[in-house]
């Protein structure tokens, strides 16, 4: 279990991380979700003593970073930051930090393997492509089989295999009853990884709920409506608590009321309905919906209402 309390980190006048209070439990898989900027990585710094806190602590398993034991069995993490040395072989590399934190060798050829990294293990680091290299940094961070697992963009330049692994591994280790926080920028690819989902933006908790509970009610669901009567449709359904949107010439896209009153106005009003599509929010969109004000880069243009 990882417990953050009160946790804020400032660079110079930039605040990275503001008051945050989040419990990462273990025994499932803890999506870490946020726009570029929000504070993903330096949180993750801080859980594993790289970084110190400006105020606030830092509890993994009841203990701080600089105060476990023995480190590296208690945390494995994968950070954007960490390399290995590109002439040492991914073989030698992992020797020399089993060695150095006193881990049996038989766990160097147990992490190669799991990362599927032993018919390479005996080339150099400084050949890898960017999936080896991202593979070699899981194997690293698995390697004093650690009960908190901290990664930081594991599926970042991996392929499809790659990414498939990465929920096969991040949901095995959380059903091994582990503690398992994984960033990422994927949403898709959390809808189906995480169990639970922690967002930030700017530096502050937006979110922190079961996947399927932040799938629900961020965005909530909508309703596609195609007629060759849209304008007059729109007039017809605005009303307190309706949300209308236009985003292209005889699409109306609603919230706030089903499909089924949709319908029963329009044919009332005797509108033709080419569609009438019920739709879930996705992921993407739910976590758009979240951070629409906290982002700290921002391309969208503002969308038109129908009028
Ligand atoms: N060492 C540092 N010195 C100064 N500012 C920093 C440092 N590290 C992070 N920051 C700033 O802190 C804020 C949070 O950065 P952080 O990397 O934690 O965000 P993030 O959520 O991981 O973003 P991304 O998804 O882009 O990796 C940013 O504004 C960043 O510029």
Same mark, same amino acid.
Do not use: C
């Given at each position: 279990?990882?417990?953050?309390?009160?946790?804020?980190?400032?660079?110079?006048?930039?605040?990275?991380v503001?008051?945050?209070?989040?419990?990462?439990?273990?025994?499932?898989?803890?999506? #870490?979700?946020?726009?570029?900027?929000?504070?993903?990585?330096?949180?993750?710094?801080?859980?594993?003593?790289? %970084?110190?806190?400006?105020?606030?602590?830092?509890?993994?398993?009841?203990? @701080?970073?600089?105060?476990?034991?023995?480190?590296?069995r208690?945390?494995?993490?994968?950070?954007e *930051?960490?390399?290995?040395?590109?002439?040492?072989?991914?073989? %030698?590399?992992?020797?020399?930090?089993?060695?150095?934190?006193g881990?049996?060798?038989?766990?160097?050829?147990?992490?190669?393997?799991?990362?599927?990294?032993?018919?390479?293990?005996?080339r150099?680091?400084?050949? #890898?492509?960017?999936? +080896?290299?991202? @593979?070699?940094?899981?194997?690293?961070?698995?390697?004093g089989?650690?009960?908190?697992?901290?990664?930081?963009?594991?599926?970042?330049?991996?392929?499809?295999?790659?990414?498939?692994?990465i929920?096969?591994?991040t949901?095995?280790?959380?059903?091994?009853?582990?503690?398992?926080?994984?960033?990422?920028?994927?949403?898709?690819? +959390?809808?189906?990884?995480?169990?639970?989902?922690?967002?930030?933006?700017?530096?502050?908790?937006?979110?922190?709920?079961p996947?399927?509970?932040?799938?629900r009610?961020?965005?909530?669901?909508?309703?596609?409506?195609?007629?060759? @009567?849209?304008?007059?449709?729109?007039?017809?359904?605005?009303?307190?608590?309706?949300?209308?949107?236009?985003p292209?010439?005889?699409?109306?896209?609603?919230?706030?009321?089903?499909?089924?009153?949709?319908?029963?106005?329009?044919?009332?009003?005797?509108?033709?309905?080419?569609?009438?599509?019920?739709?879930?929010?996705?992921?993407?969109?739910? #976590?758009?919906?979240?951070?629409?004000?906290?982002?700290?880069?921002?391309?969208? *243009?503002?969308?038109?209402?129908?009028?």
């Open positions: 279990m990882i417990e953050i309390r009160g946790l804020t980190k400032r660079y110079g006048d930039r605040t990275a503001d008051d945050l209070t989040v419990t990462i439990r273990s025994g499932r898989v803890t999506g #870490f979700l946020g726009p570029n900027g929000a504070g993903k990585s330096t949180t993750m710094r801080v859980v594993v003593g790289l %970084d110190r806190p400006t105020a606030g602590t830092v509890l993994v398993d009841g203990r @701080r970073y600089a105060d476990l034991p023995a480190p590296l208690a945390v494995g993490a994968l950070l *930051a960490r390399s290995a040395h590109p002439g040492r072989t991914a073989r %030698d590399h992992l020797r020399l930090l089993a060695a150095t934190a881990l049996p060798r038989s766990r160097v050829d147990a992490v190669l393997d799991l990362a599927g990294l032993t018919a390479v293990a005996d150099r680091v400084g050949v #890898f492509s960017l999936g +080896m290299g991202q @593979r070699l940094g899981v194997a690293t961070a698995l390697l089989d650690p009960a908190t697992v901290v990664l930081d963009e594991p599926v970042n330049g991996l392929d499809p295999d790659g990414v498939l692994w929920r096969t591994l949901r095995r280790l959380a059903a091994e009853g582990r503690t398992v926080l994984v960033s990422s920028h994927l949403m898709s690819e +959390m809808a189906v990884t995480a169990d639970h989902l922690v967002v930030l933006g700017r530096g502050r908790l937006v979110a922190d709920a996947t399927d509970d932040v799938l009610q961020a965005g909530g669901s909508s309703v596609r409506v195609r007629s060759p @009567r849209a304008v007059e449709l729109v007039d017809l359904l605005a009303g307190e608590g309706v949300v209308l949107d236009s292209e010439r005889g699409l109306v896209e609603v919230r706030g009321l089903p499909a089924a009153e949709i319908g029963d106005r329009a044919a009332r009003a005797g509108i033709a309905l080419h569609e009438l599509t019920p739709v879930s929010a996705s992921l993407e969109e739910a #976590f758009m919906d979240l951070t629409r004000d906290e982002r700290e880069y921002r391309t969208d *243009a503002p969308q038109e209402v129908l009028a």
